[in-house]
């Protein structure tokens, strides 16, 4: 949950699938997310929505002999509970932490948002409760195939990382520190 920014929350709204990618921040032992105060299950009409939170890493992908037995080497977790959307004088603060734990120091650089920022944006969280996840990794060597072959097998190391920043056209601000400690610290 540490390693991944994005994850994919999948819900039932008005008896119909419902399924969304969207940025998440792990904060102890629950999730955060926000947007719009009017996003379906996500806005104000999420409270006590069921939802299974879905990441994803990806280490590898495995090479194998022949493309059926090639597969990837991945760490995926599922947390399903309820969403608890943030109560309104809870909402600035918590922003403030989701934004702290995605890059480190970044809102003593910027403006505080503004209250009508604040009002159009919710949080909610989704606690990670014992028993209602599950976590699955594949990995390990690639196994011998029970066939002679003379193709190359192996194992591509997979990695997601952060590149050179690049300043919009518009700034004439410095790189600050909180951007260049993220980038130093490498991976997403």
Not at 10 to 23: I, N, Q, R
Not at 30 to 51: E, M, Y
Not at 106 to 129: G, W
Request: charge should be negative; glycine fraction near 8%.
């Amino acid at each position: 949950l540490d390693e991944v920014l994005v994850a994919t929350v999948s819900t039932v709204v008005d008896g119909e699938p419902w399924t969304v990618p969207t940025l998440f921040a792990r904060d102890g032992d629950r999730i955060l997310i926000h947007g719009s105060t009017g996003a379906g299950a996500l806005g104000v009409n999420g409270k006590d929505a069921q939802v299974a939170f879905c990441v994803t890493a990806m280490d590898a992908l495995v090479v194998a002999h022949s493309t059926f037995d090639s597969s990837v080497h991945y760490r995926s977790a599922v947390i399903y509970g309820d969403l608890r959307p943030a109560e309104r004088e809870d909402r600035e603060a918590l922003l403030e932490r989701f934004s702290e734990l995605l890059i480190p120091g970044r809102t003593a650089e910027v403006r505080a948002m503004l209250p009508k920022e604040i009002a159009a944006t919710n949080v909610i969280s989704l606690p990670i409760v014992d028993g209602d996840w599950v976590y699955k990794v594949n990995g390990g060597p690639l196994a011998e195939p029970d066939e002679e072959t003379t193709a190359w097998a192996g194992i591509v190391p997979f990695s997601v990382t952060y590149g050179e920043p690049r300043r919009a056209e518009w700034s004439t601000a410095e790189l600050p520190d909180s951007v260049r400690a993220m980038v130093a610290a490498g991976g997403a």
